[in-house]
């Protein structure tokens, strides 16, 4: 393609992290394989298809429009959060997606969030007297489960003024728990210990307090 050319081809991209691809395949076999359960999506009920999707509605209208709708089986991503202790059922919300780009003034760069609580976080590093610098998902990390080695990428590494380095993850405090995800920290653990840096793992309860420590600055 030549410089400044128009790419009119259509491009896909994941709803989780932003990536962008050419192909629909490799778009599809990403959030499968990259992101973790718990995410926000559901599998197309087509056998030939079980691309992830937010609504599958919305999937077949596009991309199945001759295919009638199953008329059993869920039909938007759901979040799970937590089991009702007098029922003993689980309790669920329909999920809010927001996300976008954040524009910082400190990185002179935009970052992609995928959460409010991650636009939160770089709102909050962006001001955050003691911190030099930060980067989103600088580097992938492998790690093993269920039977296979895969691909972890860290939400951000950030640098302070003295020197400390630390590999952070913003997740919600209802998903520490999925087995998956622990594999993952196990192995950013171990790297980060290997080079003298401390992994994080943000909840709403830590954003809570970093957001209460760069309010007070300057007090």
């Known amino acids: 393609m030549l410089p400044f050319q128009k790419d009119d081809k259509r491009k ?4 989780i992290c932003g990536v962008m691809f050419s192909e629909y395949d490799k778009f599809k076999t990403h959030i499968i394989d990259e992101h973790e359960e718990g ?14 999707v937010r609504d599958v ?29 007098k029922t003993g059922k689980m309790k669920t919300r329909k999920p809010k997606f927001k996300q976008g780009w954040y524009d910082s003034s400190k990185m002179n760069k935009s970052f992609y969030y995928r959460s409010k609580w991650e636009e939160t976080v770089f709102e909050c590093l962006d001001t955050y007297n003691e911190v030099l610098t930060f980067e989103s998902e600088p580097f992938a990390i492998p790690y093993y489960w269920d039977g296979d080695t895969h691909n972890y990428n860290p939400d951000l590494i950030v640098t302070f003024f003295d020197g400390r380095r630390e590999l952070w993850e913003i997740k919600p405090a209802n998903q520490t728990d999925i087995p998956q995800n622990r594999a993952k920290w196990t192995a950013a653990k171990e790297a980060c210990e290997a080079r003298g840096w401390k992994f994080m793992v943000m909840t709403e309860i830590g954003i809570e307090k970093l957001k209460k420590i760069v309010e007070s600055q300057g007090r």
């Not at 896909?12 to 709803?15: G, L, P, R, V």
């Not at 995410?39 to 992830?52: F, N």
């Not at 709708?69 to 759901?78: D, S």
């Open 57 to 85: 509605r919305l999937h077949f209208s596009v991309k199945h429009p001759s295919e009638k709708l199953p008329k059993k089986g869920q039909m938007r991503a759901i979040i799970w959060k937590d089991v009702n202790p």
């Open 12 to 15: 896909f991209q994941c709803f």
């Open 39 to 52: 995410r926000e999506y559901v599998l197309c009920p087509l056998m030939r298809c079980r691309a992830p």
